[in-house]
């Protein structure tokens, strides 16, 4: 029986992904061979630095400092993108499907900030784009939207998408310790970048879950125009008042349909000690998604890290090898660059509200409070007065409500917080009990 000719790719982008991507296909080429039916070898990788000292070889020493040798090879078929930003990776990915390679890619800011643009050119030049590894890591929640639940209708999704957000808010709640000291401690393991805005502010999050809705339902969300908050206003009192009611808190992103529109949002929020999101900890995520056929579904797992991040990439070159990926991209949603973008300010979202106020510690205050929250329709499930005083003689009041609209409850807010009878912002945060 004669060996089918092997596949050659071409790597862009050296890093860290970039080499557990090598050392994948490397070590484990024959277990890859019997899933793809050909051999894959690595043909040539691109690197900013050649100089730099590296984890891994590539076979044959086949490495370049010019990423157009990866476009223009034409023994070339399958391009694995493996760089971060929007440029150059924009201007590569355009490359090399211009010239006829096949894409999988890690970047998740590229696709939210450039997805229709780049679809429909791989579209245009009859070649695909595969991106598992852009969303969670390892979890292979891309597949499960995308193939596994495509008889379903959609109906939310919800999920933590941050892994270095989700280790500081877990660390703070286990070890007691303060925002500033565990995120030191996240940099410290390698978790967090020196520079961790994009994750502790919610873009990270915020740009997955645009790929997600994309592929849930169809529509094209710009990731900038989706509401976000992230951990960096966290306490840990906030964080012990929500364990005192059974809750912890996660940044968790949310995905849904209201009245016919999509509902998003990336946000801290009180999940309910016991479910699947309140027990994902550390730096893994978790994604919760219904469908109307299948109803709740859960998935968790490594949300980065090398090697979970590998692995779908990997996957992802050996579905494009087999067809798999091509016929995937067809047929998941893939939207025109003119394509108009979904609606998703003025969803109201109904939904329990957790609320801690700063009064001032005299009579009448917590009837006003109480009053002002009636005024706005905002019913209370139930209220706890802590007797720690501050300073500047306010007492922290924590305030659950029944389900209520999220407009209502910020205009309420706006209005106790103008008054003369808090100290400073109040915060609120969605409760999800399942």
């Known amino acids: 029986m004669a060996v089918a000719e092997p596949v050659r790719v071409g790597v862009v982008g050296l890093g860290t992904v ?17 899933h793809a039916g050909r051999p894959i070898v690595v043909a040539r990788a691109a690197v900013k630095d050649l100089a730099k000292a590296r984890s891994v070889e590539v076979p044959g020493g086949h490495l ?45 800011a590229l696709l939210a900030e450039h997805g229709p643009e780049l679809f429909e050119l791989a579209r245009r030049r009859g070649r695909s784009i595969a991106f598992e590894a852009a969303v969670a890591g390892g979890i292979p929640i891309v597949a499960a939207i995308g193939e596994c639940l495509a008889a379903n209708r959609i109906e939310s999704i919800r999920g933590i998408l941050n892994g270095t957000s989700n280790f500081i808010v877990t660390r703070m709640e286990e070890d007691g310790a303060d925002y500033a000291h565990v995120l030191r401690l996240a940099q410290q ?17 915020t740009q997955k879950l645009a790929i997600l809705a994309h592929l849930a339902f169809g529509a094209w969300v710009p990731w900038a125009e989706i509401p976000r908050t992230g951990i960096d206003g966290l306490d840990l009192d906030l964080i012990t008042y929500a364990g005192e ?6 940044l968790v992103a949310v995905a849904g349909r209201s009245d016919g529109r999509l509902a998003m949002r990336v946000a801290p929020a009180l999940v309910k000690r016991g479910t699947p999101l309140a027990e994902t900890r550390g730096a893994y995520n978790a994604v919760s998604i219904v469908g109307d056929a299948v109803g709740r579904m859960f998935f968790h797992g490594l949300g980065a890290g090398q090697m979970p991040t590998a692995s779908a990439v990997v996957a992802d070159i050996i579905d494009t090898v087999v067809g798999r990926a091509a016929i995937t991209f067809r047929t998941t ?31 009448g205050v917590l009837a006003r409070i109480t009053g002002i929250l009636g005024e706005h329709g905002i019913s209370i499930a139930s209220m706890i007065q802590h007797d720690a005083g501050a300073a500047d003689g306010t007492v922290p009041l924590v305030i659950m409500t029944h389900p209520c609209g999220s407009t209502a409850i910020r205009k309420a807010l706006d209005h106790i917080d103008a008054s003369d009878v808090v100290s400073g912002r109040s915060v609120c945060l969605s409760v999800l009990d399942e």
Not at 18 to 34: C, K, T, W
Not at 189 to 205: F, L, N, Q
Not at 345 to 357: N, P, S, W
């Open 333 to 363: 949603g893939v939207l025109s660059a003119d394509t108009p973008a979904a609606r998703i300010a003025g969803v109201d979202m109904q939904e329990r509200h957790f609320l801690r106020i700063r009064a001032q510690d005299r009579p």
């Open 18 to 34: 970039g080499s557990g991507v090598v050392r994948l296909l490397v070590e484990s080429a024959d277990h890859i061979e019997r």
């Open 64 to 108: 370049s400092a010019d990423w157009r040798d990866v476009s223009r090879d034409p023994a070339i078929s399958v391009a694995a993108l493996l760089v971060g930003g929007l440029e150059p990776a924009r201007t590569i990915m355009i490359d090399l499907l211009e010239h006829g390679k096949d894409v999988v890619t890690a970047n998740k």
């Open 189 to 205: 393991k390698g978790y967090a970048e020196a520079d961790p805005a994009m994750d502790v502010d919610g873009t990270d999050a």
């Open 245 to 250: 009611l059974g809750y912890r808190i996660r």
